[in-house]
């Protein structure tokens, strides 16, 4: 089982089932076919990734990179909290051969601390908080350098680290499970994490998702 709390299961690895018998689709997803899955999303997509280890969670991002600024000419942005920035960008470096510094010098990259990125003073103010200033300015970015979109991936353990899970459920919820812009959005939960959520939770963030993808 995934789950230490609640009713929702894992049911034949392809659903979760609450109590109530609702059903949320899921993707497994291993090493060789998390490419694939990046490289077929699409813009306006909201979708939720569960990852075990941080290991999983640096493939991914560096996946949703490389298909963000060398095939699609996207500018992409990554909210990070269990590895420091500059940790980020050497894995990018080590694994990818990717210079960060360069690409966030041109602003094509954009790397931050979710500490910052999802400051409770900031969330609280609804609507109008950091990403959705952030996202509108680098849209705008990224129309005058024509740019194809944006990808961000974003890791969400700040609000379980400082205990803010009601801000987190009302911040998943303040975005449609299918965005209305060119925006392609991964929020990355470690599974420990997720574990701990109320079934209530759980289905609310799942509601506000259009794909839900476990790494294996």
């Known amino acids: 089982m995934l789950y230490k709390k609640g009713d929702i299961k894992m049911k034949n690895r392809d659903s979760y089932l609450d109590k109530d018998n609702n059903r949320y689709r899921i993707v497994n997803a291993d090493p060789a076919t998390i490419p694939k899955y990046i490289k077929n999303s699409s ?23 490389k298909d963000s600024i060398l095939e699609r000419n996207e500018i992409f942005i990554l909210f990070t909290y269990y590895q420091h920035v500059s940790a980020v960008r050497k894995k990018m470096h080590l694994l990818a051969g990717i210079d960060a510094a360069k690409y966030e010098d041109d602003g094509t990259v954009v790397i931050l601390d979710s ?30 350098r024509d740019k194809k979109g944006i990808t961000l991936v974003s890791d969400q353990g700040t609000f379980f680290l400082n205990k803010r899970l009601p801000d987190l459920v009302s911040h998943e919820a303040s975005l449609l499970n299918r965005l209305d812009a060119n925006i392609r959005c991964f929020c990355c939960y470690h599974k420990k994490d997720f574990s701990v959520l109320q079934e209530e939770q759980i289905k609310g963030i799942f509601k506000h998702h259009s794909n839900n993808l476990v790494l294996a």
């Not at 813009?43 to 990179?65: A, K, N, T, W």
């Not at 908080?129 to 129309?143: C, E, H, S």
């Open 115 to 144: 500490e910052t990125a999802y400051k409770a003073s900031v969330e609280r103010t609804g609507r109008d908080n950091f990403i959705i200033i952030l996202t509108n300015v680098l849209m705008k970015n990224a129309q005058e």
């Open 43 to 65: 813009y306006g997509d909201h979708s939720l990734v569960l990852y075990p280890r941080l290991e999983q969670f640096e493939e991914f991002y560096i996946e949703c990179c």
